[in-house]
C-alpha cells in the first residue's frame, strides 16, 4: 500500500502523511492548521485521494471545497468537514511515508501548530488535556 501512496504525486503527500498522523478520522480544518495552508488549499490536495477512494468525506460538505463560488461561503462559516481513511491499512501506509528520523520532530512541529492554532476553550475535547510548559531534560521549554 505505501508504494502505491508514494506513485502519487510528491506535492500532494504531505497532506496524507499529516491527515495520517491525526488518526483514522480528522476534520479539514484541523489538517490545514497542520498543512499551514488554507481549508480550500488543503482540501484540494485532499480531493486526489477522494478520487482515488483512500479518503472518504463523512459529510456532504467537502462539495462546497470543489465549486470555488462556494469556498468563500465555506471558508466565511469555518465549515469544517470531517474525513476519515476507506481503512486502517491506508492510514498505515500513509504514516509510514514520514521517515523515522523525522517522526519525533514532526510530531513536536503539529503539536504546535495545533496548540498554537486551537482555543484554550477547545482544547480540552482536541485532546489537549494539559497544555502547561514541560521543562525538557535539555532545560528547554516545550
Known sequence: MATQLQ??????????????????????????????????????????????????????????FQNSELVEVAQASELSVPYRFLHDRVQQAAYSLIPEDQKQSTHLKIGRLLLRNIPESEREEKNFLSCQPVEHWDGVNY
Open 7 to 64: 506513485k502519487l504525486p510528491y506535492n500532494t503527500q504531505n497532506v496524507l502523511k499529516i491527515a495520517a498522523w491525526i488518526g483514522n478520522q480528522f476534520y479539514l480544518a484541523t489538517l490545514a492548521i497542520v498543512d499551514e495552508k488554507s481549508r480550500s488549499e488543503t482540501a484540494t490536495e485532499l480531493w486526489r485521494y477522494l478520487q482515488e477512494c483512500l479518503v472518504i468525506p463523512i459529510a456532504e460538505g467537502y462539495k462546497f
